[in-house]
């Protein structure tokens, strides 16, 4: 199991700032890609920004200009800063982590694949 906690979200006033927290643990071999979504209410989850950690980060173009996602591969951790926030960015944030867990032989060894998320924080946009 990878457990993923998220850490930052609240309540901001247009044009504030706030930075998103994400920490991966468990028995991980690999982590390839970390990320954010998002999720409105009555609109489906959206991808805000991810990084597989080789290229350039991908973000969704409501956000470019205004949000930097970075990781620390070795911390298992990837952050969102964001900016010039909106009413408009008002959603439950959720982290993504997708990689290898160990092997039942140990972590030396690449075992199955995983997928997991967040449990979500609530970023709120409002004066």
């Known amino acids: 199991q990878v457990n993923l906690v998220e850490s930052g979200g609240g309540l901001v006033q247009p044009g504030g700032s706030l930075r998103l927290s994400c920490a991966a643990s468990?028995?991980?071999?690999?982590?390839?890609?970390m990320g954010w979504y998002r999720q409105a209410p009555g609109k489906p989850r959206e991808l805000v920004a991810a990084?597989?950690?080789?290229?350039?980060?991908n973000y969704a173009d409501s956000v470019k200009g205004r949000f930097t996602i970075s990781r620390d591969s070795a911390k298992k951790t990837v952050v969102l800063q964001m900016i010039s926030l909106k009413p408009e960015d008002t959603a439950v944030y959720y982290c993504?982590?997708?990689?290898?867990?160990?092997?039942?032989?140990?972590?030396?060894?690449?075992?199955?694949?995983?997928?997991?998320w967040g449990q979500g924080t609530q970023v709120t946009v409002s004066s």
């Open positions: 993504n982590a997708d990689g290898n867990f160990c092997s039942v032989y140990g972590c030396m060894i690449r075992g199955e694949r995983f997928d997991s």
């Open positions: 468990g028995r991980i071999f690999r982590i390839n890609g």
């Open positions: 990084t597989t950690g080789g290229g350039d980060p």
